[in-house]
């Protein structure tokens, strides 16, 4: 098992080496050269600084040299530095990062909690009313872009109802204890989260009602039948496990996307993760961070693709053995 | 004596876009304690759906039972309540299906699955449910049977899978065991090894089987009475030898003509000419009319009834019944 | 002819997809007659601010903050966002097409290093990856559309990919091998023809996802400043939704409604395609 667990994970670093690559690729395909618009729009002028970055950017080394340099700090975890945030860049982004990681794991669930039942609820009413409307649903969900979806639920929960805040992740000032501070982020995090999911609860939804109908036609459901099993026990125990495989793989395949809808969503709640970190980096122009911010990003859903292909080999025991 | 399983003019239609096919025709049929029934035919003449039928398990946006009764113990099944058929399903009737790969769930292990089939008719604690599983596997004769339990179903053969299978419906004891083609799927080397521990098994409780084929060599060597089924319809009943000694029924007969046997080795296979009508453009009279070298005027205007020439013996045919008028054997049942 | 005639009667027969395909066919009207509906530039003040929809005909879905007129502003945006998507689209598809198809022939280390290269591309978020090529390119049109291009290849890949592995070992390939023929012709000429049906289907889907990211950059702020395009209208609008968030509203359901109708379309295709699976 340990065997298994250690292979998955080191597929993750010829993609993380991709990656590095890839930006690599990015920063020389910059108009002018990358290292004078860094060192001019952050004015750094002071000689020492000059040196320090020509150096780390090996600017006047050959290609391959500089790609191989920045392999290696890349991988020791220098990311270079940031003059907007007076820290490294590998300290600026993990600052950042826990609040994404909240972000992105609630929205998940919410997308997972209400698609999966939405759609199993179709699938066991199907044809019905019900049927009707989840389908309704999930095709308007799947079709709005979460930012706008973000705004409109503010206008109405945040701005005409009062019932939750505008955006940030907490209240600003205010004193709590740890009950209170939980309570007050996951006030904050209710719009975002729910904003973000949708849309995925949209295709889960759809994914699973068709993979539930599926299921239901399959032999081994008849034998569950044939044993006098009632109705709720023959779907939960044995249409549902079967069911659900395509919607994790699914979930696999779409972390890349969730992550990159995170920064949407964050620029729109002003959630402070690395989302709002990116933006405000694109916006100041501060390359490192953003580069850095892309690096990071790749491993953390290189991590996340890892352990749900691993969720799924525990829940499909066909394909363990391989 | 009244008989524990009696089917009693079955029928069962099918509602389709192309209309209301009737899919199995008033079928009546009585199962013994301790007999073996075999009910033959080709694909499509309704044994599997009268089997479905007794289970209640039809699949019921096209399927539904129309009409007759199939009582169990003189209690009628077709109408209890869904709830007191699931506490007849598995524990007074059991059914296994034609192919045992696809009829277990691939992501939950064996042990589980037959444990689930025990604990829901014997309200017992999770350790003796395993203690009986693994009783229950060695019954069935699969090796190792305590360390089976946690195997997968992909993990096993056709035949093991089959054995499973059947552990799982003799689980609760039951007093009548359905089985659907139980051997089609398998290798030919294994089908007699399933067919012999199944009469073993019979054996040994005095359990009713009915096993549904369109094989005649299983029959040959399971059942006691068989019932040959064309287009939705009986045509045919008779104990096991006498049937084969002695076909009355014209369909029967081609059936057994087109069987390989050493006795015709040589000969050209006997073919019936022409198909099975299709359930929506039945013909009046006898649906196998199109297709019979007996047939006369009245074969196709009038349906035939079920009657019997002979003792213990039931055919419908009209041919048949002016065979044996003409003997002077009685006619009508 | 036969098949396609029958496909199309197929697709006829869904209702939603006949839906989506007028609805395109209004967002398409739209963006084709912007210049004649809307002749003064959409980015032009014409009246006063934050007039509210459906209350005068002049401005018939109200002005923004600068006193701009949004059905002009939308009309106009609808050319931009659709050729977005049709660029970007048909990007994603060559790139796409080529790579999937030649991991499919060729197998061995050229299927499995290009597999790899895909799967790269797939873990690497999205929208960052497009926020990125467009900081270090340059905010135009041009720039965007190939970024939102090379973020979105990796599906038509694996399907043509699929597709081709179909293909490739069916007879008559082997035909055209046994006959002489080259291995790029028979991929152009045998292969592809009959491997672009769900491709074709998988890309109208591309379309609708490429509009949806064009929305995300342009909102941002970081999208073509001399394009009036809906995203941006959104961002334009964020300042004042608490009094008049129709700014943010209008052009959002206009993105809804055409990415609502590829979708119904690429459905509509997916199953006109795919007959057997009736059982919705």
């Known amino acids: 098992m340990v065997r298994i667990v ?15 690559v890839i930006n690599f690729i990015l920063i020389h395909l910059a108009p002018g050269s990358l290292f004078d618009v860094m060192t001019a729009e952050q004015q750094i002028t002071s000689p020492e600084m000059l040196e320090k970055l020509r150096h780390l950017y090996g600017v006047d080394q050959p290609a391959w040299v500089q790609l191989v340099d920045y392999i290696w700090s890349v991988l ?19 600052q950042q990062m826990p609040a994404t990681l909240i972000l992105m794991l609630a929205a998940i669930a919410i997308a997972l909690i209400v698609g999966v039942t939405a759609g199993v609820i179709a699938a066991v009413r199907v044809n019905t009313i019900w049927d009707n409307l989840i389908s309704l649903g999930a095709v308007f969900f799947f079709a709005a872009p979460s930012f706008w979806l973000g705004i409109m639920m503010t206008v109405l929960f945040a701005v005409k109802l009062g019932w939750l805040p505008v955006g940030g992740m907490r209240e600003i000032g205010v004193d709590e204890n740890a009950l209170q501070a939980t309570f007050d982020i996951l006030r904050h995090l209710a719009l975002p989260a729910t904003a973000l999911g949708l849309f995925y609860a949209a295709t889960y ?26 109705r709720t026990r023959v779907v939960i125990a044995h249409v549902l496990r079967n069911a659900l495989l395509p919607v994790v793989t699914l979930l696999g395949l779409q972390l890349g996307t969730v992550l990159g809808g995170s920064v949407v969503i964050e620029a729109v709640f002003s959630w402070p993760g690395i989302g709002s970190l990116l933006f405000d980096s694109v916006m100041s122009r501060n390359y490192p961070v953003v580069l850095g911010v892309l690096v990071l990003g790749s491993l953390v859903v290189a991590v996340a693709n890892a352990s749900v292909d691993l969720l799924y080999m525990r829940l499909d025991p066909r394909v363990r053995l391989r | ?55 209640r398990l039809l699949p019921e946006p096209p399927a539904r039972i129309v009409g007759g009764a199939v009582r169990l113990a003189g209690r009628d099944l077709v109408t209890l309540s869904e709830g007191a058929m699931r506490r007849v399903r598995g ?123 369109h094989d005649l060599g299983v029959v040959a060597e399971t059942a006691d009475r068989v019932a040959v089924m064309y287009a939705g319809r009986k045509v045919e009943e008779a104990p096991v030898e006498a049937l084969f000694e002695r076909p009355l029924h014209p369909y029967t007969r081609g059936l057994l003509g087109a069987t390989p046997s050493p006795a015709r080795f040589g000969g050209r ?11 929506a453009e039945l013909p009046a009279g006898c649906a196998f009319a199109q297709r019979c070298p007996l047939a006369f005027e009245r074969c196709r205007l009038e349906r035939p009834a079920l009657s019997a020439p002979l003792p213990h013996r039931l055919a419908a045919c009209f041919a048949t019944e002016k065979e044996f008028s003409r003997d002077g054997a009685p006619v009508g049942s | 002819m036969t098949a396609t005639i029958d496909f199309a009667r197929r697709f006829a027969r869904n209702r939603a997809a006949l839906a989506g395909f007028a609805l395109l066919l209004v ?46 502003m939308v009309a106009h945006g609808a050319r931009t966002t659709l050729l977005i998507g049709l660029f970007a689209s048909l990007t994603a598809t060559l790139i796409g097409v080529t790579i999937g198809a030649t991991a499919a022939y060729f197998g061995g280390w050229v299927d499995e290093a290009l597999m790899r290269f895909t799967e790269l591309f797939q873990t690497i978020p999205n929208l960052i990856f497009v926020l990125t090529i467009v900081l270090i390119l340059g905010q135009k049109i041009a720039y965007i559309t190939l970024a939102v291009g090379i973020v ?42 009959n491997a672009l049906p769900p491709v074709i289907v998988l890309a109208s889907l591309v379309v609708a996802g490429a509009i949806l990211f064009e929305s995300a950059v342009s909102f941002l702020g970081l999208g073509d400043p001399d394009v009036s395009s809906w995203g941006r209208l959104i961002g334009d609008g964020r300042t004042l939704i608490r009094t008049s968030w129709y700014i943010c509203a209008v052009p959002g359901i206009a993105i809804m409604l055409t990415v609502l109708a590829l979708n119904l379309i690429g459905d509509g295709l997916n199953d006109a395609l795919n007959p057997k699976l009736r059982d919705r």
């Open chain 1, 205 to 230: 939804a759809r994914v699973m009602r068709a993979s539930m109908l599926e299921v239901v036609r399959l032999d081994f459901v008849r034998t569950a039948r044939a044993k006098g099993l009632s």
């Open chain 2, 269 to 279: 296979l006997a073919d019936i000419a022409g198909t099975v009508p299709s359930l």
């Open chain 1, 76 to 94: 020791t975890l220098d990311l270079g530095f940031s003059y907007r945030q007076n820290a490294p860049v590998l300290d600026v982004i993990l």
């Open chain 3, 27 to 72: 967002v398409i009207a739209f963006a084709i007659t912007a210049p004649w509906l809307f002749p003064r530039p959409p980015l032009r003040i014409v009246g006063r601010p934050e007039v509210w929809p459906f209350l005068s005909w002049r401005f018939p879905l109200g002005t923004d903050s600068l006193g701009r007129d949004i059905a002009a």
């Open chain 2, 91 to 213: 524990k007074e009737v059991s059914m296994i299906f034609q192919d045992p790969m696809t009829s277990l769930n691939p992501v939950v292990p064996i042990g589980a699955q037959l444990i689930e089939a025990i604990r829901q008719h014997n309200p017992i604690s999770h350790r003796a449910a395993q203690a009986r599983a693994v009783a229950l596997l060695e019954k069935v004769r699969i090796p190792d049977a305590a360390r089976r339990l946690d195997d997968y179903p992909h993990q096993l053969s056709g035949g093991m899978s089959q054995r499973v299978m059947i552990a799982m419906a003799i689980a609760c004891e039951p007093k009548v065991l359905i089985a659907d083609e139980p051997t089609t799927a398998l290798d030919v080397t294994i089908q007699a090894q399933i067919l012999k521990l199944m009469q073993e098994l019979q054996a040994a409780s005095n359990m009713a089987v009915v096993i549904i084929t």
């Open chain 3, 152 to 193: 979105t290849w990796t599906p038509i890949a694996r399907l043509t990919r699929a597709e081709f592995l179909t293909l490739r070992d069916r007879e008559f390939v082997q035909a055209c091998r046994s006959m002489g023929m080259g291995d790029v012709r028979i991929m152009l000429r045998e292969i592809l023809p």
């Open chain 1, 6 to 20: 250690a292979r998955r994970l080191a597929q993750i670093v010829p993609l993380v080496l991709g990656v590095i």
């Open chain 2, 1 to 55: 004596m009244a008989p524990l399983l009696e089917i009693d003019r079955l029928s069962v239609s099918l509602f389709t876009r192309a209309g209301v096919l009737p899919a199995v025709d008033g079928l009546s049929l009585r199962v013994d304690a301790g007999e073996t029934v075999a009910i033959v035919g080709e694909s499509g003449c309704g044994k599997s759906l009268s089997a479905l039928a007794v289970m």
